[in-house]
């Protein structure tokens, strides 16, 4: 059995010291010397959060946007597989980093980094232990599978509430006491916890709440005080967010920039597309609201994922009307896929940002939090 065989048929193991002993790890890259740290005075960009079908096509748009580490988002065992055999055959290419030592050493190898991340904790929902005499440790033992398979970023809940707090469509719903052990498990496993965006404001909250020393995220959103879309975060939860010194991700999302439950039945089916403007202004307010080292790239690209995200708003139960149009999502204009960040950047220049705040938004924030968080 080869290693990608193996990744595959994993989907029913919960014991993490498996995964420490076996090839997965040859993958993750190894902690850099001080050789490998020495371009550390240039520009790392960090594509904060991505969906996108990773193939070869895909590392071509990373290197056309300058990009050279991507958060990817990724579901149940399968997709690491997946992942790791592609990694495999393009190892000359790409590699998976768990740490800052790695990525600016896979950036030193001319290799782009994937940091990984989950948008939810809806898997673990299912390995919990709901006997009348349950336990934990199901739970707890599949996060530290997915620990030792790569996983750094994790978060609670995607759009609908679970059995640890509330979805982005219910923000009054707080975080539970399944909730806390969640929040104290990402915690004691270092992973960087990312809320907001699609958990509801008061679960966000108080999982920062208990959360004292450590920076947390919200790795793509947008900002609800410019247009009030269900993903969208109020300025309450930006400031606390910050106030841990975490960092927030802008998504190219055009309807998260556009449609809400005011204007969605005028806009009908379709909402307008957002422009390059309405997308930089996004950054600009979160300048002005929590400063520039808590800002970064998070735009959620959907490459690659085509008729998968022909979106129909009438039986979909995570994205009502009022959040999410008909079809496949649109884009920001100019700023539709990864390879255009350039875009993004000389629009920001054209604003008056300077070359030092570029740095951070486009990599040295989340590099910092990473750090801190990792270790």
Not at 188 to 195: A, E, I, P, R, T
Not at 275 to 285: S, V
Not at 317 to 345: C, H, R, Y
């Amino acid at each position: 059995m080869d290693r990608r065989d193996f990744l595959k048929g994993t989907a029913a193991v919960g014991a993490a010291p498996i995964f420490g002993s076996i090839g997965a790890r040859s993958l993750l890259g190894t902690a850099a010397d001080e050789s490998g740290r020495a371009g550390q005075e240039t520009r790392l960009v960090v594509d904060g959060l991505d969906t996108s079908i990773v193939n070869a096509e895909f590392l071509g748009l990373l290197r056309q946007g300058g990009v050279d580490c991507m958060h990817k988002s990724m579901g149940d065992f399968p997709s690491y597989g997946d992942l790791y055999a592609f990694l495999e055959d393009h190892a000359d290419e790409a590699t998976v980093a768990t740490t800052v030592d790695e990525i600016w050493r896979a950036k030193a190898d001319g290799r782009i980094s994937f940091v990984l991340g989950t948008q939810s904790a809806n898997l673990l929902e299912q390995r919990l232990d709901k006997s009348p005499t349950g336990t934990y440790a199901p739970m707890v033992s599949t996060m530290r599978a997915f620990y030792e398979l790569g996983l750094r970023v994790h978060s609670i809940c995607y759009n609908l509430t679970n059995i640890f707090g509330g979805g982005c469509l219910d923000h009054d719903v707080p975080l539970t006491r399944a909730g806390h052990r969640l929040v104290e498990e990402i915690h004691g496993l270092g992973m960087l916890l990312d809320v907001g965006g699609h958990t509801a404001e008061r679960t966000s909250l108080d999982a920062i709440e208990i959360s004292s020393g450590v920076p947390v995220v919200c790795t793509h959103t947008n900002v609800a005080a410019l247009n009030a879309n269900p993903r969208a975060v109020s300025d309450r939860l930006f400031e606390a967010l910050a106030g841990t010194g975490g960092v927030v991700g802008i998504t190219a999302i055009s309807d998260f920039q556009k449609r809400n439950p005011d204007n969605y039945r005028s806009h009908g089916p379709r909402s307008p597309q957002a422009t390059l403007d309405d997308h930089l202004d996004q950054y600009d307010y979160l300048k002005r609201l929590i400063g520039i080292d808590h800002i970064g790239l998070g735009p959620d690209f959907v490459w690659g994922w085509g008729e998968v995200f022909d979106h129909d708003p009438s039986v979909s139960i995570a994205f009502p009307s009022e959040a999410l149009g008909e079809g496949i999502p649109q884009l920001t204009k100019d700023f539709e896929n990864i390879s255009k960040l350039p875009n993004l950047v000389e629009g920001l220049r054209g604003r008056g940002w300077s070359e030092d705040e570029l740095d951070k938004v486009l990599g040295g924030n989340w590099l910092r939090v990473y750090g801190r968080v990792w270790g």
